[in-house]
């Protein structure tokens, strides 16, 4: 029973995980403000929410049934090796990427008015995905599993700065948009990843824990990231230069 119910939240899992990988480029490389802009990005939100949220029912069940859910691993690696990749791993991914695509849309939707954001579903997330982070860490270092503790750096990292837009005393005037671009290219990541590392199991399972695989897509993500950042500031200067 489990395995059927498992089954089916992997297929969801990839339905709108593929979605949302598809929809990622049209905010990132689109003109911005624009109506298309704020479709594809809305949509871009949902399938992450969704992909997120069907991430963590799986990473329960192979938590409770470790093997039950992944019969093709057996004789390949134990118990405590699957509940940590596909259980604790994933759960913190999963509750990352809903974290990330939350808080994202919520910067856009309010920008520098950040007492809306401060709503109790966002503020719930970011306890959470700090626990979530915390045992990742631990489980990992439990195993044996490197992988696991750098993993968990990108949610306690996540958090760290979430909190302090939130509460920061004077934050920039374009900071909402930099905080946006981080979240949702953020969430990006973690689907891109998902894809690559976890795509691979079924067919060469020892690419999970491959280090090209979970690099790839962060540095991707990253170079974006900045790349943004970089014109928001240009954009600011210049202002603040015809201001003047």
């Known amino acids: 029973m489990e395995y059927k119910i498992f089954e089916a939240l992997v297929v969801a899992h990839i339905l709108t995980g593929s979605l949302g990988a598809l929809t990622f480029w049209m905010p990132v490389l689109g003109a911005k403000g624009t109506k298309m802009h704020r479709l594809s990005g809305r949509l871009f939100v949902v399938t992450m929410l969704l992909t997120g949220t069907f991430a963590i029912g799986m990473s329960i069940l192979t938590l409770l049934e470790p093997m039950g859910t992944h019969p093709h691993l057996v004789g390949k690696f134990d118990d405590d090796f699957v509940r940590g990749i596909f259980g604790w791993l994933m759960l913190h991914l999963g509750i990352l990427t809903i974290n990330l695509a939350w808080y994202g849309w919520l910067c856009a939707r309010n920008r520098a008015q950040r007492e809306p954001m401060r709503e109790?579903?966002?503020?719930?997330?970011?306890?959470?995905?700090?626990?979530?982070?915390?045992?990742?860490?631990?489980?990992?270092?439990?195993?044996?599993?490197?992988?696991?503790?750098?993993?968990?750096?990108?949610?306690?990292?996540?958090?760290?700065?979430?909190?302090?837009?939130?509460?920061?005393?004077?934050?920039?005037?374009?900071d909402w948009l930099k905080e946006h671009v981080k979240a949702l290219i953020g969430a990006g990541i973690s689907v891109y990843t998902a894809f690559l590392a976890f795509g691979s199991v079924r067919a060469f399972p020892e690419l999970a824990l491959s280090p090209v695989m979970w690099s790839v897509p962060a540095a991707t993500g990253i170079a974006f990231i900045l790349w943004h950042w970089r014109r928001i500031d240009r954009k600011l200067h210049a202002h603040k230069q015809r201001a003047s």
């Open 120 to 174: 109790w579903r966002n503020l719930a997330l970011q306890p959470l995905l700090l626990i979530a982070a915390i045992n990742c860490a631990a489980q990992g270092w439990l195993i044996s599993q490197p992988l696991m503790l750098g993993v968990s750096v990108i949610g306690i990292a996540t958090v760290l700065t979430n909190v302090w837009f939130l509460y920061k005393p004077a934050p920039g005037a374009m």
